[in-house]
T-cell receptor, first 113, second 109 residues
Framework: NAGVTQTPKFQVLKTGQSMTLQCAQDMNHEYMSWYRQDPGMGLRLIHYSVGAGITDQGEVPNGYNVSRSTTEDFPLRLLSAAPSQTSVYFC????????????FGPGTRLTVT | RKEVEQDPGPFNVPEGATVAFNCTYSNSASQSFFWYRQDCRKEPKLLMSVYSSGNEDGRFTAQLNRASQYISLLIRDSKLSDSATYLCVGFSGTYKYIFGTGTRLKVLA
């Protein structure tokens, strides 16, 4: 059981480039989300999805797009990378019922120069 | 004021010691709370949920005090492998999770 997987593990981009961070889960979880983690700050929610075809903005959505065409996949797109987007990105998922416990992927370390 | 506040530490304790972390929250609408463990350069991993009646999982005990709006985590008989950052998390609906910045624990041999 792989849980939540993310690719790539590391990425370096130049300012203005675009890219997609991949996230997949095999737990049949309805809810998925993207967070960024910066030093001295708690994890901050970028976007989330409560099911295929349904997405919503989190706390820090600017500069990022998401879509959810399947239950398993939830990619995060950086439209035009900026140095302020240098961060560690975590994808997470949880089931729609139960005890609201989230499970995280291993993260993507992104540097924008 | 941050919605979830933790003492950043570090807490340096000898092996075998008992250590306690507290976390305070400001949103009284928060429904559920969790403790996550995060190792350096790794993802957060769920340690335990926190129930109003208090709950225990082996050497770990979590308590919730809604009147005073704080959550605690007690680790007994600390092991070297307990060295990590412990994140306090509050949940208040749909996808509103608020993460504390974490408390660093270092267990010394």
């Amino acid at each position: 059981n792989a849980g939540v997987t993310q690719t790539p593990k590391f990425q370096v981009l130049k300012t203005g480039q675009s890219m997609t961070l991949q996230c997949a889960q095999d737990m049949n979880h309805e809810y998925m989300s993207w967070y960024r983690q910066d030093p001295g700050m708690g994890l901050r929610l970028i976007h989330y999805s409560v099911g295929a075809g349904i997405t919503d903005q989190g706390e820090v959505p600017n500069g990022y797009n998401v879509s959810r065409s399947t239950t398993e996949d939830f990619p995060l797109r950086l439209l035009s990378a900026a140095p302020s987007q240098t961060s560690v990105y975590f994808c997470a998922s949880r089931s729609s019922g139960g005890a609201y416990e989230q499970y995280f992927g291993p993260g993507t370390r992104l540097t924008v120069t | 004021r941050k919605e979830v506040e933790q003492d950043p530490g570090p807490f340096n304790v000898p092996e075998g010691a008992t250590v306690a972390f507290n976390c305070t929250y400001s949103n009284s609408a928060s429904q559920s709370f969790f403790w996550y463990r995060q190792d350096c350069r790794k993802e957060p991993k769920l340690l335990m949920s926190v129930y109003s009646s208090g709950n225990e999982d082996g050497r770990f005990t979590a308590q919730l005090n809604r009147a005073s709006q704080y959550i605690s985590l007690l680790i007994r008989d600390s092991k070297l492998s307990d060295s990590a950052t412990y994140l306090c998390v509050g949940f208040s609906g749909t996808y509103k999770y608020i993460f504390g910045t974490g408390t660093r624990l270092k267990v010394l041999a």
